[in-house]
T-cell receptor
Framework: DTEVTQTPKHLVMGMTNKKSLKCEQH?????MYWYKQKAKKPPELMFVYSYEKLSINESVPSRFSPECPNSSLLNLHLHALQPEDSALYLC?????????????FGEGSWLTVV | QKEVEQDPGPLSVPEGAIVSLNCTYS??????FMWYRQYSRKGPELLMYTYSSGNKEDGRFTAQVDKSSKYISLFIRDSQPSDSATYLC???????????FGKGTTLSVSS
């Protein structure tokens, strides 16, 4: 099973709302990632968690707040977003070990900010 | 210069053709190389994974990495209309670090 599950699949939120995106994997992976993808562009890295600790933050605005409650779960908390934040948000996971580092993506959460 | 360069195409081929997709990279520290296929409005699906240099084959797909020239290739044999998608190459320095993508190449296979 190489499944990364993301919920919700679609989310519409106002600029004053607070919402969260959720990601779950049961492959025993120890590295988890959030990527943002705009139309006709490649995914862009936002955050990396390695062994449940935030290891990379690609200068993402504070209106995006990641959280890794345990090794299987990854959340992305959203607050006071802008319309330009509308995009496909992708979660991914990998073993996080030196060998066998395949990275699997979920189907993504489509976010529309109105 | 972007760390991973990929010609976005589009690339159109007839069914049954051999497709060659290519990327170059600039960071000699990259060790992990992946190819993803992404259908419209879906997440990227891992197709091929290579650690360091060499060839890897899986069915109709062959991935090649030449670290001396910093060149990454994906070959698709006997292409099918269902192969029509965007193909993304990606590279990573070490486990748990940023996976850097190329722009993606849009492929269309006509029947």
């Amino acid at each position: 099973d190489t499944e990364v599950t993301q919920t919700p699949k679609h989310l519409v939120m106002g600029m004053t709302n607070k919402k969260s995106l959720k990601c779950e994997q049961h492959m025993g992976h120890r590295a988890m990632y959030w990527y943002k993808q705009k139309a006709k562009k490649p995914p862009e890295l936002m955050f990396v968690y390695s062994y449940e600790k935030l290891s990379i933050n690609e200068s993402v605005p504070s209106r995006f707040s990641p959280e890794c409650p345990n090794s299987s779960l990854l959340n992305l908390h959203l607050h006071a977003l802008q319309p330009e934040d509308s995009a496909l948000y992708l979660c991914a996971s990998s073993q996080g070990a030196s060998s066998g580092n395949t990275i699997y993506f979920g189907e993504g959460s489509w976010l529309t900010v109105v | 210069q972007k760390e991973v360069e990929q010609d976005p195409g589009p690339l159109s081929v007839p069914e049954g053709a051999i497709v060659s997709l290519n990327c170059t990279y600039s960071n000699s520290a990259f060790q992990y190389f992946m190819w993803y296929r992404q259908y419209s409005r879906k997440g990227p699906e891992l197709l091929m994974y290579t650690y360091s240099s060499g060839n890897k084959e899986d069915g109709r797909f062959t991935a090649q990495v030449d670290k001396s020239s910093k060149y990454i290739s994906l070959f698709i044999r006997d292409s099918q209309p269902s192969d029509s998608a965007t193909y993304l190459c990606a590279s990573q320095r070490q486990a748990g670090t940023a996976l850097i993508f190329g722009k993606g190449t849009t492929l269309s296979v006509s029947s």
